[in-house]
């Protein structure tokens, strides 16, 4: 079974799969697309399919299929359940040897696993979080934080390129997630931190566009200011480049990281109540920039038309 607009000239060198074509792995297969790899994909939303299919992505019938064409696959999935399955779709092929690096942000004991069910079936499975944005994603402003077999890692690099400004080896499997943990805490305490200080400027009377630019060349700027705050300046947190539903999954992950090493994160903690308020006020579709509505709200700040 092979991918639908598959090419009569085969070149395995240059092949990868990803399974997963939502905000992120649309990404990474469109600027594969683009890096010259040729790209066979595969989701179980047909809508994410045929976009993709436009793009120059070949689609796969199944991961099976996928999987019979791909030597080097990627995962970019949005639940543990979809790892799990993917991986005991992939061993229970019959191909060859494959190396999957996975790319979703879950606890490391769901991509244990994952790691395990495909090893037995003579597989590697690559732990690799990706630090970045959708907005980033698109541009290729990405890092990635591998972690897991050396060698593989080393014959993967040349595909992260294809999207990725930077690939680091962080040494045994896991250490990536533990990694792309530290990052994501501090995105989640910048994130509202952004959005405070948007408020309190509002509020203060400042127009936000100078609020905006002003930080964005002063020391109180972050990478994260400089990628949600646009969208608290206009007031519009559609399209997501990361769901508010989406990052609960990821604060989950955060938090029950940082409890079983007994850490305190006051900083961290005191982000929890407004993500979920979020949520609760309408924004599970809206970027997490929208948490400068929910701050607004409390602030009883009403914007100038």
Not at 188 to 202: C, H, P, S, Y
Request: with cysteine; charged share 25%.
């Amino acid at each position: 079974m092979e991918p639908r607009g598959m090419r009569a000239v085969k070149n395995r060198k240059k092949t990868v799969g990803v399974v997963g074509l939502g905000i992120m792995g649309g990404a990474f297969a469109r600027n594969l697309v683009g890096a010259g790899w040729r790209v066979i994909g595969y989701d179980i939303d047909p809508t994410k399919r045929r976009e993709l299919a436009k793009a120059g992505v070949e689609i796969a019938t199944d991961v099976a299929a996928l999987a019979a064409a791909a030597p080097l696959i990627i995962t970019s999935l949005p639940k543990p359940a979809a790892l799990m399955a993917t991986a005991k779709t992939i061993a229970a092929s019959g191909v060859r040897s494959r190396v999957i690096a996975e790319c979703s942000t879950f606890t490391i004991e769901d991509k244990q696993k994952a790691e395990r069910v495909l090893r037995d079936a003579g597989h590697v499975l690559l732990d690799c979080p990706v630090s970045g944005t959708g907005s980033q994603a698109r541009t290729g402003d990405l890092v990635i934080y591998a972690s897991g077999d050396s060698k593989a890692i080393a014959r993967f690099k040349p595909v992260f390129a294809g999207f990725a400004r930077k690939t680091y080896d962080v040494g045994a499997f896991g250490n990536g997630s533990r990694m792309k943990f530290v990052a994501n805490l501090l995105v989640a305490i910048n994130n509202v931190a952004a959005a405070e200080a948007m408020v309190l400027g509002m509020k203060a009377g400042l127009d936000p566009k100078a609020i905006f630019e002003m930080i964005s060349n002063g020391a109180g700027n972050s990478r994260v200011f400089e990628l949600r705050a646009p969208m608290m300046v206009r007031n519009r947190y559609r399209p997501a480049t990361m769901k508010c539903s989406v990052w609960q999954k990821d604060m989950d992950v955060i938090g029950a990281f940082a409890k079983s090493l007994r850490v305190p994160t006051p900083l961290f903690s005191a982000t929890v109540p407004i993500y979920e308020a979020a949520l609760r006020s309408g924004h599970a579709n809206d970027d997490t920039a929208a948490v400068c509505a929910v701050l607004e709200a409390k602030a009883r700040l009403k914007r100038r038309r």
